[in-house]
């Protein structure tokens, strides 16, 4: 220490030391500070002294002194923060350049990874065209795909389809009689408390609008959303994160939703085709910051089939509970029957009474029924089976924006301009109207939740109706800053799920 011990110690090589200083010392290193050897407490040997005043150190005796002592703790006080203050700029300048390195390679990943989609997009397309005649020949080989097309097209719905589809309505219709609403069913005065627990922006910002929203029969963790930006988002809820981004459509993408038991999902965009989407996994890449932007663990999309029926806008998608089959509604006044497997239209059903194009369009429950809406401001029911249609439900006085079938089996939800019309398919009649909104503000979303003892509406804001409630609001979410275009219920109506014409998808429910 240089100064005088005030409590002297000697070590067994001899070598006088403070015993504060040597203790701490060994207790850090375990051996004598001058001979290296190992050294221990108990080694040392203490020395009486007289205690003494230590006198104060010469160049604190008088006042320059002090001054001097003062001058250079000063001086070395002010050369210590210097040396932090450029420590500081080294360290910035370092993480600055690191940031800049990284967002050049987040661009160059993003950059790859489009061309990569694109890629994949052009290749499934070269794969379902096929190749041209060589010069100077006739085209034998697009005569011989034609006609197969044209044969699978005329086929219709046949007759073993109809089957499947009687045997699984007849097995719904009859579980549907004996079910109960589940135990597990949220309560009104739980949805009365429910909250906007998440908001994600999954779509681009210069095309704002997300059209629709499905969640994951089997992975309720995924949700698949469409935009007006002609993508498809699957976000995976639980990691809050975008799993895949599908690329393709050339317009808004108007209607998606998985196929149940399947790793497959259709959409339908406004550029006048559908797409069946089937899910693959591409492993891990020479670029090892991939997997951070668009993949879950690799996880991607790649489309099976483009399906080009209709002559205009595709309006509406939904898939039959079978899980084999789909249709799509159009503007073009038809819509088609497609099986999956295949991604053949068995069918495309025209009829000279349907003056204006489709809206919307859904399944019944039990898969025998299609629901349609139109700009014609009717309703329209179809038997599957036939293809014809056998009711139309008027009052609506604009177009039908949109439409639910209740899993009661015997109620429908239709949504225009003038409010929500509810149905009873038995009778038919028009049973009850509600109207959540002034005049001038469309209603353009309904939906059932899977007990159908609650209905979502959507329009300026998002509301759900208790059925038992006597059609009574229980709760209403006034926190979207666009009008609402798809509503959807989680499972025993514990969450909703809302979109709207911004790029953020909104999940309501109660604490997680």
Request: with cysteine; aromatic share 6%; proline share 5%.
């Amino acid at each position: 220490s240089g100064q005088t011990p005030e409590e002297p110690v000697v070590s067994k090589g001899g070598h006088l030391f403070e015993k504060r200083l040597i203790t701490k010392h060994l207790q850090e290193e375990g051996k004598c500070p001058v001979t290296g050897e190992a050294l221990a407490a108990e080694d040392l040997t203490p020395l009486v002294t007289n205690p003494a005043v230590k006198p104060r150190p010469p160049a604190a005796a008088s006042i320059p002194g002090l001054l001097t002592v003062f001058q250079n703790e000063w001086d070395a006080v002010m050369l210590e923060q210097y040396s932090l203050r450029e420590q500081l700029n080294s360290v910035r300048q370092e993480l600055s350049q690191a940031l800049y390195q990284h967002d050049a390679a987040c661009r160059v990943i993003a950059r790859l990874k489009e061309e990569r989609d694109l890629a994949r997009t052009a290749l499934a397309n070269a794969q379902l065209t096929p190749a041209g005649p060589e010069v100077g020949t006739k085209r034998p080989a697009e005569e011989t795909t034609e006609e197969p097309a044209k044969k699978a097209k005329a086929q219709g719905i046949t007759a073993e389809v109809v089957a499947a589809m009687t045997t699984l309505s007849k097995e719904l219709s009859k579980s549907r009689k004996k079910r109960q609403a589940p135990p597990t069913l949220a309560t009104p005065e739980e949805i009365e408390k429910y909250t906007c627990i998440t908001s994600q922006p999954l779509h681009k910002t210069a095309k704002q609008g997300i059209t629709c929203v499905d969640v994951h029969p089997g992975n309720k963790d995924l949700v698949a959303t469409s935009g007006v930006d002609g993508n498809v988002v699957v976000f995976n809820r639980k990691e809050g994160k975008i799993t895949s981004t599908i690329t393709g459509h050339t317009k808004k993408v108007t209607g998606v939703q998985f196929v149940k038991d399947s790793d497959v999902l259709v959409s339908c965009s406004a550029d006048k085709s559908a797409r069946i989407w089937k899910q693959t996994r591409h492993f891990a890449s020479l670029i090892v910051y991939a997997s951070s932007l668009n993949t879950d663990d690799g996880a991607t999309y790649d489309m099976v089939k483009k399906i080009s029926e209709h002559s205009a806008e595709i309006t509406a998608i939904s898939v039959h509970p079978t899980s084999k089959y789909f249709i799509t509604a159009s503007a073009d006044k038809t819509w088609c029957f497609y099986d999956i497997e295949t991604a053949l239209c068995l069918t495309q059903v025209q009829n000279s009474t349907v003056m204006e194009g489709f809206t919307c369009a859904t399944f019944h429950p039990d898969g025998l029924i299609l629901g349609t809406g139109t700009h014609e401001n009717l309703v329209r029911i179809w038997d599957v089976k036939s293809q014809e249609n056998v009711a139309k439900f008027e009052g609506h006085k604009s177009m039908i924006t949109s439409m639910s079938f209740s899993e009661n089996g015997y109620h429908l939800a239709t949504a225009a301009a003038d409010g929500v019309k509810l149905w009873d398919l038995r009778k038919p009649k028009n049973f009850r109207n509600l109207t959540p909104y002034p005049q001038g503000v469309m209603t353009t979303a309904v939906k059932f939740d899977t007990s159908g003892q609650y209905l979502a509406v959507g329009g300026s804001d998002a509301r759900i109706y208790g059925v038992k409630q006597d059609w009574n609001v229980v709760q209403t979410f006034s926190d979207l800053p666009k009008s609402v275009t798809y509503t959807l219920f989680g499972d025993d109506a514990k969450s909703l799920y809302v979109t709207s014409m911004d790029h953020n998808l909104r999940v309501y429910g109660g604490e997680e």
